[in-house]
């Protein structure tokens, strides 16, 4: 019998050379499947256990900045932050929600996460613009015309809110018109748009109507300012009034284009 041929040599070596058989290939992929999976089994189960179970990733301080008014020890106290607890499970939103109901002087906090054991709380204060005058205390009133805080001594610098509505009847009509709130805030457009150099001395802010509202000065000076509309032309007019009749006791600013000062 004749021998193979060079040619069926060289096929039968290719195919003996050749890919595996398909079901060894379905094998191995089926081997490296179940591999992989297992490693991500235990790479989640080692996560988990490392942010919740673990000791390494646990709040062991909390870290304040931002006070002025407020002290750290307040914050801390009312934000709550339950020390020892796993960093990754501490609600932060329940946290600004817990500061900002309970300090209402706070008006933006800001909660974040220190790895691997912080917890840091940067709070903004809201700012006087207003006093409102209770009894023997103040209520101070930010420039949104929110009362956020009462005191004991007013702050410097910040005047005093009078809401003497004029005649009995016109301050009824303007209650029922615009109702305090919305009065109070037009008194606090007004003491925003008062120029730096007269913000310090002026004493009081008095709303006598909507668009009635008038400033009382040191020295017994008084200003009438109008309503809270066009706020940055009454400032400048009024700077540049105070700089030209210096002596002037009252000043007239409620039409900006048509000013007016007397006494002296």
Do not use: C
């Not at 040619?7 to 058989?21: L, T």
């Not at 809401?163 to 016109?170: D, I």
């Amino acid at each position: 019998m004749a021998g193979s041929t060079t040619a069926e040599r060289g096929e039968r070596q290719q195919e003996s050379s050749g890919p595996p058989p398909p079901r060894r290939l379905r094998v191995r992929r089926l081997r490296m499947i179940i591999i992989l999976a297992v490693a991500l089994v235990l790479l989640g189960a080692g996560s988990v256990w490392l942010l919740y179970g673990s000791q390494w990733l646990r709040v062991e301080r909390v870290t304040v900045s931002g006070t002025r008014v407020l002290s750290p020890a307040q914050v801390r106290e009312a934000a709550d932050v339950p020390v020892g607890a796993p960093l990754i499970s501490v609600d932060t939103e329940a946290i600004e929600a817990r500061l900002r109901r309970k300090l209402p002087r706070i008006d933006v906090v800001d909660v974040s996460r220190s790895w691997p054991h912080g917890i840091g709380l940067k709070v903004t204060e809201r700012t006087p613009v207003l006093l409102v005058q209770k009894g023997r205390n103040f209520v101070e009133v930010d420039d949104e015309g929110v009362r956020f805080a009462m005191v004991s001594e007013a702050p410097k610098g910040v005047p005093l809110l009078e809401l003497a509505l004029s005649r009995p009847g016109s301050r009824a009509a303007s209650l029922r018109r615009f109702g305090e709130d919305e009065l109070v805030r037009e008194a606090v457009r007004v003491a925003g748009g008062i120029p730096a150099a007269v913000a310090r001395v002026t004493r009081s802010v008095k709303v006598l109507s909507y668009d009635d509202i008038s400033l009382e000065l040191t020295g017994g000076r008084t200003v009438a300012w109008g309503s809270g509309e066009k706020g940055a032309e009454k400032a400048r007019t009024l700077t540049a009034l105070m700089k030209a009749a210096p002596d002037a006791r009252h000043f007239d600013v409620s039409v900006p284009t048509a000013p007016a000062s007397s006494g002296s």
